[in-house]
């Protein structure tokens, strides 16, 4: 599932088990790996400076770091985020406490929301058994975790990495048979056995990759294998992008809202083959609306065909949000125009003023009666214009709330309630929806329809 533009994965692994030390070294030496992110920089600044003097960095003590990247081949250009956590969440991921529950919580939500999982597996002569033992017991927290957005699938349809870290400690590092020679190492250890049985068992698509942040000598700063997950996992994100586009064919709707969240990470990839896909669908969507709002007399005609397309109109590209939005507003302006008849001198001397459109259509609406904005949001609230009937809602009881007209002061009440109400249903049926992907779309939707709604506190806390 995406978040915000970014392809999410997270690393988990026991305390002092390198991750840390690898999310430094990927900064540090990784030319396909860059960030331009504020924390992201003054994060790992120092810390990969550290290793360049030859010092490893401090613990991550007590903290999460989310980290975003910008990741850059030939073929693919894409933002990640990785979270870097203090192993000792992880160890203790079950567990309430009320001085770290809110890194946990985030840990969780990251985990679950997350499109690739890297566990740490540290190769080490003096192995802290305990760390291994709870973290083994942890495994199976997080596996329950994701599988939960997975439908409690025993699969969990995306990739996972056991990168086995400090490899260099090895006396197999690079040796030729080395994969075999790491399988044997965490075989040999009971509790990495049994944590990779389990990883193994949920995470059909797993690859088991040894690494080492530093290589053999730290000075030399001659790091191993450190790109081989994060392009395993994204050669994995975008094929399994691909498999969903083929899938969703002939399904333009569908197809356009799917692509829309990738069209970006989509630039450079097959000659640009998708994001032109998308381009191409979203042209034919943005003219079919675009003509048929042109051709409109009024507002209300112009909220049902809002009402419509309310499907499609998020996933377009924004200029194309924008001129939707500005034929809207000139509609409404009109029909403000007409029912303000009565006031329309001083409409005129304001427009005089040389205020544009949108100035007056402002000053207007403070010129609306009681009775006005009453029956406008009746009106609004009948044809089902939530936003904007909330946006009256609002108006009203800010400048109407001394109105001896107890009867509409009621219903306007009751008006709010019902449009609460109908958003938290339409909340609980989103939440409640199998597909993750229906979910994200669907909250999308959710949230830019109420964006506007400041006095809705109870859906803005859920
Ligand atoms: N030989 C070797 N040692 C490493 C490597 N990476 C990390 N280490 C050692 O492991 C220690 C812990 O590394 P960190 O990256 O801080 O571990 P972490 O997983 O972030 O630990 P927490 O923040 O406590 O969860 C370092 O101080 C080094 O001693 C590596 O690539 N090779
Ligand atoms: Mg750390």
Redesign the pocket.
């Known amino acids: 599932m995406r978040k915000t533009g970014n392809i999410n994965f997270v690393l988990i692994?026991?305390?002092?088990?390198?991750?840390?030390?690898?999310l430094a070294?990927l900064f540090l030496n990784e030319k396909s790996v860059t960030s331009k992110d504020g924390h992201t920089i003054e994060y790992l600044q120092p810390l990969s400076d550290s290793l360049l003097g030859g010092k490893?960095?401090?613990?991550?003590?007590g903290t999460l770091h989310e980290l975003k990247f910008n990741y850059k081949d030939e073929d693919i250009s894409c933002q990640i985020q990785i979270d870097?956590?203090?192993?000792?969440f992880?160890e203790t991921l079950h567990k309430e406490d009320d001085t770290t529950q809110k890194q946990r919580d985030i840990l969780i939500q990251n985990i679950k929301n997350s499109e690739g999982i890297i566990f740490?597996f540290?190769f080490e002569e003096n192995f802290k058994e305990e760390s291994i033992k709870s973290f083994n017991y942890e495994i199976d927290t997080i596996i329950s975790k994701i599988a939960e957005m997975y439908n409690n699938h025993d699969h969990i349809p995306i990739p996972a990495v056991i990168a086995l870290?400090?490899?260099?400690?090895s006396p197999d590092f690079k040796a030729e048979n080395e994969d075999e020679k790491a399988l044997d190492y965490i075989e040999s250890n009971k509790f990495l056995k049994l944590a990779k049985e389990k990883i193994e068992h949920h995470f059909p698509n797993l690859s088991i990759i040894p690494?080492?942040?530093?290589g053999k000598d730290m000075e030399q700063m001659n790091?191993y294998n450190l790109e081989k997950p994060l392009r395993f996992f994204i050669d994995e994100t975008y094929r399994l992008w691909e498999k969903k586009i083929e899938s969703l064919k002939g399904n333009d709707k569908d197809l356009l809202k799917y692509l829309s969240k990738i069209y970006f990470d989509m630039k450079f990839y097959k000659n640009g083959k998708y994001n032109t896909m998308y381009t191409d669908i979203e042209k034919k969507f943005a003219d079919e609306i675009e003509l048929k709002s042109n051709k409109l007399q009024d507002y209300m005609q112009f909220t049902q065909v809002q009402e419509e397309y309310q499907n499609i109109t998020p996933y377009l590209l924004q200029s194309d949000r924008d001129k939707l939005e500005e034929i809207g507003k000139k509609l409404k302006s009109k029909q403000t125009l007409k029912k303000a008849s009565w006031g329309t001198g001083i409409i005129i001397a304001i427009s005089l003023l040389g205020l544009g459109v949108a100035g007056w259509y402002v000053k207007s609406k403070v010129l609306k009666t009681e009775n006005e904005l009453y029956s406008d949001l009746v009106v609004e609230y009948e044809n089902h214009n939530y936003p904007d009937a909330m946006e009256d809602v609002s108006d009203y009881q800010d400048k109407f709330k001394d109105t001896l007209d107890t009867e509409h002061k009621n219903r306007v009440e009751e008006i709010k309630n019902r449009i609460v109400r109908h958003y938290n249903l339409k909340l609980e049926k989103i939440l409640s929806s199998n597909s993750l992907l229906t979910q994200y779309d669907e909250l999308n939707v959710l949230n830019s329809e109420i964006d506007d709604f400041d006095n809705m506190n109870t859906l803005h806390k859920k």
Do not use: L, M
């Open positions: 692994g026991a305390r002092a088990t390198g991750k840390t030390v690898y070294s490893y960095p401090q613990a991550t003590a870097d956590v203090d192993g000792h992880v740490f540290p870290s400090k490899w260099d400690n690494i080492s942040a530093v790091p």
